[in-house]
């Protein structure tokens, strides 16, 4: 019987498979698809320190910093760049807003720079006349998320960690006894722990856990390099990712290291239907050539779409269960799955083996939720 064993393997739990072999723990992942499918392979893979709250900020920041050692070694195999962030200020109201995420990231020790409209249409001369400005935070970067997820399982694996194919259909118990899972096959996997990450698919496993899913597009244009520098995302961005209704779009452009564009974003509720719809991505793409004119005039090859797990409250469940203590979640990164896996891997398996964190876990716990307090087995 394994020590723990991890429902998902997408950059989530591959990376909390990794931390907690890496404390020498035996590990076992089971997951129905491949690893690193899911939410991580539809979404961009920025690597973006994000501040509408402090705790988001601080698991961010931390997780960057974590990302940042981990693809020192070899940066080709995560498909990484340094790209940086500019958060677009379309009027002097944004560029106010981007006063205050420069002094609030500032403190937080990021480099970041306010740039005035001259700065701005220097380092980005794609967008649109007639913007104010921005802030260029220069430590955010990218990476191809489902090669980053393949890494970290396969280091899991070298200390010692298994991956076991099936589809989780529920899990059992929750006791200091251990905890298990039937696979829809009908097989019974216990384990001493079950570190909950599956995403959007959470909830089915867990009713009283408190997460929904957002779903989202992106489109990707043929090979245009030199177009974008930076990652662009306009300040209304923090407005739509953290709507707790309604159907939104948003500007978010990414260079990616081929030289394709990526475009996002959209969210969407009520739904888990993973077809695209043509009237969402066409008021996605209108939207963004609205602040890049040319990207109107560029081949998109291709269009997919992904579900995002949203948690009421925009941060993470990252902890044990307060009422069933053999299980433990991490899931609800909502659009900060990739940014924040890394620091939540490392957030949980502190708290799994008693250790001490960088920064402190209450704002992440699973019992900040009345309905899980409340659950019974």
């Known amino acids: 019987m394994p020590d723990v064993l991890i429902v998902g393997a997408g950059i989530i739990g591959a990376a909390c498979a990794d931390a907690l072999a890496a404390r020498g723990l035996n590990v076992t992942v089971v997951e129905q698809d491949v690893v690193g499918s899911g939410a991580t392979a539809a979404g961009m893979g920025h690597l973006v320190a994000m501040d509408d709250s402090p705790a988001e900020l601080a698991l961010s920041a931390w997780s960057l910093e974590l990302w940042r050692g981990f693809v020192r070694e070899y940066p080709a195999r995560h498909e990484y760049s340094q790209c940086g962030t500019i958060w677009v200020a379309a009027d002097d109201e944004e560029m106010a807003a981007a006063r205050i995420k420069a002094q609030t990231m ?43 997820a393949r890494i970290l399982m396969d280091r899991a694996a070298a200390r010692g960690a298994k991956l076991v194919s099936g589809s989780v259909h529920r899990i059992d118990g929750g006791s200091d006894s251990g905890v298990s899972v039937v696979l829809a096959d009908g097989t019974r996997m216990s384990a001493g722990r079950v570190v909950l990450a599956a995403g959007s698919r959470s909830a089915a496993l867990l009713p009283e856990l408190p997460v929904q899913a957002k779903k989202g597009h992106i489109a ?63 008021r996605m793409l209108r939207h963004a050539a609205a602040f890049t004119p040319a990207l109107a005039n560029m081949n998109v090859l291709r269009c997919w779409t992904g579900l995002r797990a949203a948690s009421p409250d925009g941060l993470p469940v990252i902890g ?58």
């Open 106 to 148: 500032a403190a937080h020790g990021l480099q970041c720079g306010l740039l005035d409209a001259q700065g701005l249409y220097e380092r980005e001369p794609q967008l649109r006349p007639g913007l104010a400005g921005g802030l260029l935070v220069g430590g955010d970067g990218l990476v191809y998320p489902p090669k980053s």
């Open 320 to 377: 044990q269960h307060p009422v069933r203590p053999g299980l433990w979640l991490a899931t609800g990164h909502e659009g900060l799955g990739i940014t924040t896996s890394l620091a939540t891997a490392q957030l949980l398996a502190a708290q799994l083996t008693g250790e001490s964190a960088a920064i402190p876990a209450q704002p992440y716990l699973p019992s900040r939720f009345e309905q899980m307090r409340s659950a019974h087995d």
């Open 220 to 282: 990707i244009t043929d090979r245009y390099p030199g177009f974008i520098r930076h990652q662009l995302v306009e300040l209304g961005y923090i407005k739509s990712a953290h709507a707790a209704s309604g159907d939104s779009v948003a500007f978010n452009l990414q260079p990616r290291p081929t030289g394709q564009i990526l475009i996002g974003s959209s969210r969407q509720f009520g739904t888990t239907d993973l077809a695209v719809e043509s009237a969402m991505m066409a």
